[in-house]
């Protein structure tokens, strides 16, 4: 989300061409939805949840995303 609005602000540079490859390939709205899913998983996780479950679900969200 960053590079796409501030290509300066990135931090790590180092993973540039992976960030420019991804940014290119997804939608903003794309990752948002993605990184709902993934924080989601983190907060049913702090409740003591399954973890194997949970990131089988995560799994399976992010793949249909």
């Not at 990752?31 to 990131?55: A, P």
């Amino acid at each position: 989300l960053i590079y796409r609005y501030a290509p300066d602000q990135v931090i790590n540079v180092d993973l540039i061409d992976k960030i420019q490859y991804t940014a290119s390939k997804n939608t903003a709205r794309a990752l948002t939805v993605k990184l709902d899913i993934i924080m989601s998983t983190q907060n049913d996780l702090h409740r003591n949840t399954n973890m194997r479950l949970n990131m089988e679900q995560m799994m399976l969200r992010l793949a249909r995303s």
